[in-house]
């Protein structure tokens, strides 16, 4: 019997199928009798005849904790869940990191200094700042206040202290009111002084 062989494009029993479309070289490459593409799939598709669509690596569906293409890699142990899922492309754990472990893949061993310490806020920062500012501003009026009274307690005491003796030097030898007014123009200038 005498086999014919089909035209490009077209394979089997009276040539009456066409190659896939998905065959490497276009739809005119492929075995005339099975229909199996000769030089293979373009990319995307698989099998003897490339009619079947692959998964891209972002729509595949990983099972027992596998990852990466044709899930060949494991997740990590330290995945948090209690599957310990991570995503099917990167391995990156879909529910954050097991105590003591973090990073993407959960592989880093945390250090004490990594641990969660208690930060302090930023706000926190901002009213003990607000807090100290204000102390001190009302320590300085303090200050202010007290060295203005102390200066008017020394004036009082002053002119206390020369009324007193004015009224007991009022005899013969007693200085004059000139006198009394001469001292009191030098009390007035070593207190501005």
Known sequence: MCEQKCKRGTYGENCAHNC???CKGGDQLCNYKSGQCDL???EGYTGEKCLQKVAAESEQVCRNRTYGTNCL???SEHCAGPQKPCHPVSGACSKGCSDGYIGPQ???AQTKSQSKAPSVPKSA???WTFVFIC???CLFASGIMLSRKDKLRRKIASTLNRNSRTST???PDSPTAETTEAS???DETEDTV
Do not use: Y
Request: glycine fraction near 8%.
């Open 40 to 42: 293979g799939c373009v």
């Open 106 to 108: 959960c592989l880093i």
């Open 125 to 127: 920062f901002i009213n």
């Open 184 to 186: 009191d123009e030098e």
């Open 73 to 75: 890699k494991r997740c």
């Open 169 to 171: 030097n009022t005899g």
């Open 135 to 137: 102390t001190n501003i």
């Open 20 to 22: 896939s479309s998905h």
